[in-house]
C-alpha cells in the first residue's frame, strides 16, 4: 500500500521560510501528479502547487513567487519551499498523489502536517 508522511511543519514568524517535505513508500513520479494542499480552520481544503509527471509545475496565484515545489527522485521526496510566509498561510499541509488515466482513478493522502505563522 502506497503511503506519504509529510514533515516539516511548525511555528514560523512572518516573513519567515519553511520547507516541507513528503516521502512515499514507492517511487511515484512517473505517472502520478504530486501536489501539496493545505486546509485552514473552517474553510476548504485548496490546492497550493502540483508537479507533474513531466516535471511541469502548477501554483495557486496565492503563492506565486513565494513557494516552490519540487522533487527528489532518488529519496521519494516531494518538498514544498515556503518563503515570506504570512498569516494567512496557516494551515494544515497535506501531500496528493494522483493518477488520472482515462476512467481509471487512483489518488492517496498523507496525514498532514501543522503550519503556523505567526509572531
Known amino acids: 500500500q502506497v503511503q506519504l508522511a509529510e514533515s516539516g511543519g511548525g511555528l514560523v514568524q512572518p516573513g519567515g521560510s519553511q520547507r516541507l517535505s513528503c516521502v512515499t513508500s514507492?517511487?511515484?513520479?512517473?505517472?502520478?501528479?504530486m501536489a501539496w494542499y493545505r486546509q485552514a480552520p473552517g474553510k476548504r481544503r485548496e490546492l497550493v502547487a502540483a508537479i507533474f509527471s513531466d516535471g511541469s509545475t502548477q501554483y495557486a496565484d496565492f503563492v506565486k513567487g513565494r513557494f516552490t515545489i519540487s522533487r527528489e527522485e532518488a529519496k521519494n521526496t516531494l518538498y514544498l519551499q515556503m518563503n515570506s510566509l504570512k498569516p494567512e498561510d496557516t494551515a494544515v499541509y497535506y501531500c496528493?498523489?494522483?493518477?488520472?488515466?482515462?476512467?481509471?482513478?487512483?489518488?492517496?493522502w498523507g496525514q498532514g502536517t501543522q503550519v503556523t505563522v505567526s509572531s
Open positions: 496528493n498523489a494522483e493518477l488520472r488515466i482515462g476512467a481509471a482513478h487512483d489518488e492517496y
Open positions: 514507492t517511487s511515484m513520479w512517473t505517472i502520478y501528479t
